[in-house]
Structure formats: C-alpha cells, structure tokens
C-alpha cells in the first residue's frame, strides 16, 4: 500500500516562507497524480497545488504566484514551496496521490492516498 509522509511544517510570521516536503513509498512505480491540500480549523479541506505528471501543474486561486509545487529528484517526492505566507495560509497540509493521472487528477478530484499531515502556521 502507498504510504506517504509530510514533513516541513512550522510556524512562521506573516510574509515569511516555508517549504513542505512529502515522500511516498510503497508504490514500485511513478505516481502520475500527486497534491497538496489543507484544512484550516472549522474549513474544509481544499486543493492547493497538484501535479498531473506530464499533463498539467494546477494551483488555487489563493496560492497563485506564492506557491510552488515540485517534484524531487527521488522516485514520487514532492514539495510545496510557499513564499510570502499570509495568515489564512495556517492549517494542516497533506499530501496526496493517485496512481493514475489524466482527466480525474484535478484539486477538487478524489485522491487515492493520504498522507496524515503537517502542520503550518502563520502568525500576523
């Protein structure tokens, strides 16, 4: 089964950065969709950045021009550079897959895998 660990999280004040990094394993191949995604406390989860191997890179509205999401040099490794951090950007951010991509590999799609999460927080 695909396992996948966040790490990166921390606290930092309003304008500062953060980098967020998730690795999978359990999976002997290349996972096509990988994303981030929060929740914020009393929220919903939301899609923040999502690779869609080979097809497309997709962001929220809200991270759009803060936020980027990489791929690393190892085999399904993901990281979310997050630059310029606002308040509303504090909240639990989890990593996610699939191991198909296309049409179904989108921010507001269903993911097949999820990571228990790392926690950020951004004070004004």
């Known amino acids: 089964e695909v396992q996948l660990v966040e790490s990166g999280g921390g606290s930092v004040q309003t304008g500062g950065s953060l980098r967020v990094s998730c690795a999978a394993s359990g999976y002997p191949y290349s996972l096509s969709c990988m994303g981030w995604f929060r929740q914020a406390d009393g929220k919903e989860r939301e899609g923040v950045a999502l690779?869609?191997?080979?097809?497309?890179?997709q962001y929220a509205d809200s991270v759009k021009g803060r936020f980027t999401i990489s791929e690393g040099d190892a085999k399904n490794t993901l990281y979310l550079q997050m630059n310029n951090l606002k308040p509303e950007d504090s909240g639990m951010y989890y990593c996610a897959a699939s191991v198909w991509g296309g049409s179904g590999c989108r921010l507001t799609g269903n993911m097949s895998f999820w990571g228990k999460g790392t926690l950020v927080n951004i004070s004004s």
């Open positions: 690779i869609n191997k080979n097809i497309d890179t």
